[in-house]
């Protein structure tokens, strides 16, 4: 007698029956995903607070009161005031302003150069063999090095810092990419391309890009974070984005010497600065989580 509580498919047998998956799509995977929802959570009350920093906090935040100084948080000062009298709060929300946008230009023109650079690199062996020996030299040196002496050399201000930071991160970018591209090269829809004479053009745009495009965006998340990190410790040591403009970067140099005082100078921005590196590190490993074919199978 056959049992109707769970009828057999005709048309699947055996081990068939687990491949037919229906996935569901990505944002809706990315929303079931609870480390994800936190991290976006947190990265737009960082980036909305920082864009509307004058309407939240006011302007000026440089302006300096010595009548209030070492002030600890309250109603009217939420974060304190450091040494100077100034309104932490101001300094914490404008400095996210620096801080987010140099991460966020750094991130766009290293993972352009990179992705270009790395789909070249895959594609074509000369060029491979040529590129990645420079690659393997500059990565030879420590990053911060590498930043820290061009920083040195130019002086500092956000555009000198912006050059030296998307330079620095292009390499382990680049790697990436062309790992991806070696290995999308060989599937049989590339050479099948290649053989009925499909431009080569065509064949990066709609074929191996698009392969390649989750790490790709996995990795924009871990070079956005590793920026806004190297922008703040350049401005720790003084070479950062000087002295005119505020990050939270400048805001942990100008308050380390009032650490036993105003513990509070230090926490605010620090506290920003390790939420977003955090928010970041965390979006990017529930983005490789969720854009992973195989993991994606079996949600």
Not at 130 to 138: K, N, P
Not at 139 to 148: C, D, E, H
Not at 215 to 239: M, N
Request: aromatic content about 8%; charged content about 15%.
């Amino acid at each position: 007698m056959q049992d109707r509580t769970n009828p057999p498919n005709p048309g699947l047998d055996g081990d068939d029956k687990e491949i037919v998956v229906v996935t569901k799509p990505v944002w809706q995977r990315l929303l079931a995903n609870p480390t994800a929802v936190i991290s976006v959570l947190c990265l737009m009350v960082l980036v909305l607070g920082s864009v509307f920093a004058n309407a939240v906090a006011g302007s000026d935040p440089l302006r300096i009161n010595p009548s209030i100084r070492f002030k600890p948080p309250s109603f009217e000062f939420p974060f304190g005031t450091d040494n100077l009298g100034r309104d932490m709060f101001k300094i914490v929300l404008h400095g996210g302003k620096t801080s987010l946008l140099v991460g966020a230009v750094v991130t766009i023109i290293s993972m352009t150069v990179a992705t270009v650079l790395g789909l070249l690199a895959g594609y074509y062996r000369r060029v491979d063999m040529f590129l990645m020996r420079f690659v393997d030299g500059l990565m030879s040196f420590p990053a911060i090095v590498l930043a820290t002496a061009m920083t040195g050399y130019l002086g500092p201000s956000v555009g000198t810092v912006v050059t030296s930071l998307s330079i620095v991160l292009i390499a382990p970018s680049l790697r990436v990419v062309r790992g991806q591209v070696l290995v999308v090269r060989e599937l049989q829809m590339i050479e099948a391309a290649r053989a009925v004479g499909v431009p080569t053009m065509r064949i990066f745009t709609k074929y191996i890009l698009p392969a390649v495009s989750s790490p790709i965006l996995v990795q924009a998340s871990f070079i956005f974070s590793a920026a806004i990190l190297s922008e703040a410790a350049l401005s720790f040591i003084g070479l950062g984005i000087g002295s005119e403009d505020i990050s939270w970067g400048n805001a942990l140099t100008e308050s380390r010497n009032y650490v036993s005082r105003a513990p509070w100078i230090v926490m605010f921005p620090g506290l920003a600065l390790m939420l977003a590196i955090l928010a970041l590190n965390l979006l990017g490993d529930a983005l490789r989580d969720v854009l992973d074919p195989k993991l994606a199978r079996r949600r």
